[in-house]
Every structure is written in structure tokens, then in C-alpha cells.
């Protein structure tokens, strides 16, 4: 089984445990206090890449009832989860490595935790597909985890099932998003761990130039 298949099972196993543990964590909410002071158009577009359960959509629309968010994840329990707790939010199954099929056109574009688990070449085309679906002048919120993409690997959870992540320089990522003719507007760090292994978290906010 490949890496990307043991991480989608993962994901789509523990999408009940995620969602008790993560639907009210307040850690990220000065980040998304961020984008939503960013985006100052009433009535938004919003993609919303990786959306789990919908705890971000959940604090997005809570903040900005006006924004019009359509989220995705390939774990089909998780949007199932997402729909439940988003009433309203129009949330589907899609592998964002194939996102730049969408037609739509998007004010902004948020992603809370799915660089971690795209090698270099998805990474690339991620910040290609989010240049494409973007408006001039249009924000882009991402997080990665911080260090070298050498010693990517496997990595288990609280639940013992394992997902492989991968790991980034920062100066790596500016670098895509200035190819990608973003301007980078912030970066923001979080410590966190899983299972006792600590780490350093980056949240970028960029603006498509």
C-alpha cells in the first residue's frame, strides 16, 4: 500500500476521534481572526482545502456569516462529519491534488492542515492550483510543518494508526509562493506535539499578486 493510500485511511478512520478532539481547539483562532480581517470583500468565495470535520468552517462562518465557503477533503467521513456541523456550507469529497479541475473562481482560499501530508511535487502543484483558482488580490492561508523534507516519514497518533508527513523549510515554501506571484503577507508559529513529539507549526497568509 502506498503512503498517500495509508494516510487517506487513516484520516477517514479516526474522523470521529479528530473531531472530539479538535472541533473546539482555540490555538489557531488569532490565525483565522487573521484571514478573516484579510478578506475584507462582503460575501466572499471561500475554498476551504482539507476541511476534516469542519472545525475551521465552523469558525470561519461563526466570524463571517457572510462568506460563502465551499470545503473539501478525500476522507469521506470526514465531509460527512463537516456537512453535519456546517449546515448550509455546500462540503465534498475531492483529493485536492486534482482541486485545479475546479472551474470556480475564489476570493480566497484556506487550507488549515494539509501541506503535512503532500510530497514536493503535490506541494508545487497545490500553490499552482491555488494561483489558478485565486482572484487578483486574493488570500491564501496555509500551515506546513517546520524542518528538513529529508527526514519526512511516517508518524502515529494517539489512535496507533500512522499517516506519512512531511516536513518543510520555510524558506522553501516563500519561495513557491513567490513563483506562484503571491506576496507574503505573515507568518505565524505554533508549537504543538503528537504523542509527546513536539513541533513547530508555520501558518502563511499570502496575497495573489
Not at 449546515?87 to 472551474?103: A, F, H, K, L
Request: aromatic fraction near 14%; hydrophobic fraction near 35%; include cysteine.
Amino acid at each position: 500500500m502506498d503512503r498517500n493510500q495509508v494516510t487517506f485511511e487513516t484520516w477517514n478512520k479516526v474522523a470521529s476521534l479528530y473531531h472530539e478532539k479538535f472541533m473546539n481547539l482555540e490555538q489557531y483562532n488569532d490565525s483565522y481572526d487573521k484571514f478573516c480581517e484579510l478578506v475584507e470583500k462582503q460575501g466572499a468565495a471561500v475554498f476551504e482545502v482539507g476541511c476534516g470535520p469542519g472545525n475551521i468552517t465552523r469558525y470561519l462562518m461563526n466570524k463571517r456569516p457572510d462568506f460563502q465557503i465551499h470545503a473539501i477533503d478525500y476522507a469521506p467521513k470526514m465531509v460527512e462529519l463537516a456537512r453535519i456541523n456546517n449546515p448550509g456550507v455546500q462540503c465534498s469529497i475531492m483529493d485536492c491534488r486534482y482541486m485545479g479541475e475546479i472551474q470556480a473562481i475564489f476570493d480566497a482560499v484556506i487550507s488549515g492542515f494539509c501541506i503535512p501530508y503532500l510530497s514536493r511535487e503535490e506541494t508545487s502543484g497545490f500553490f499552482k492550483d491555488c494561483a489558478k483558482l485565486l482572484l487578483p488580490e486574493g488570500v491564501l492561508y496555509f500551515s506546513a510543518i517546520k524542518g528538513d523534507y529529508h527526514t519526512s516519514g511516517y508518524m502515529k497518533g494517539s489512535s496507533g494508526d500512522e499517516a506519512y508527513v512531511y516536513y518543510y523549510d520555510e524558506d522553501i515554501l516563500q519561495a513557491l509562493l513567490f513563483e506562484n506571484r503571491f506576496s507574503l503577507l505573515k507568518v505565524l508559529y505554533k508549537n504543538s506535539n503528537i504523542n509527546g513529539r513536539p513541533f513547530t507549526e508555520m501558518i502563511f497568509i499570502a496575497r495573489k499578486n
